[in-house]
């Protein structure tokens, strides 16, 4: 905002900029605490699932028992799975930071 860049051009940097990042994010996948429970990111290397094993519990319902290797150092996954979405999250926090900073009266 202080650039006075839109929220669509920020998007577009985003996508333009970082499609490595934007990749990663597209596939990494986050239990009901957050803990992620599948990821592409080779930075990430043993974190998570393998593919093979992020194919048999991807759809899991909320509940769902799942194998004992579905789990981390803190527990089991808890599904459903999910993953973030920084364009939406971009566009929150603009639109908070927006209505934020504007002027009384204006």
């Known amino acids: 905002m202080s650039l006075g860049l839109t929220i669509d051009e920020l998007q577009l940097i985003y996508r333009?900029?970082?499609?490595?990042?934007?990749?990663?994010?597209?596939?990494?996948?986050?239990?009901?605490?957050?803990?992620?429970?599948?990821?592409?990111?080779?930075?990430?290397?043993?974190?998570?699932?393998?593919?093979?094993?992020w194919r048999e519990i991807q759809d899991?319902?909320?509940?769902?028992?799942?194998?004992?290797?579905?789990?981390?150092?803190?527990?089991?996954?808890e599904p459903p799975f999910d993953r973030c979405d920084r364009e939406a999250d971009m566009a929150q926090a603009y639109a908070y930071f927006q209505r934020e900073l504007e002027l009384p009266g204006a």
């Not at 509940?63 to 579905?70: F, K, N, R, S, T």
């Open 60 to 77: 899991a319902q909320p509940g769902a028992a799942l194998p004992d290797w579905a789990a981390d150092a803190q527990g089991p996954f």
């Open 16 to 53: 333009v900029q970082f499609p490595v990042l934007r990749q990663y994010e597209n596939e990494t996948f986050y239990d009901q605490r957050g803990k992620i429970v599948f990821t592409v990111n080779r930075g990430l290397a043993g974190v998570g699932v393998t593919r093979k094993q």
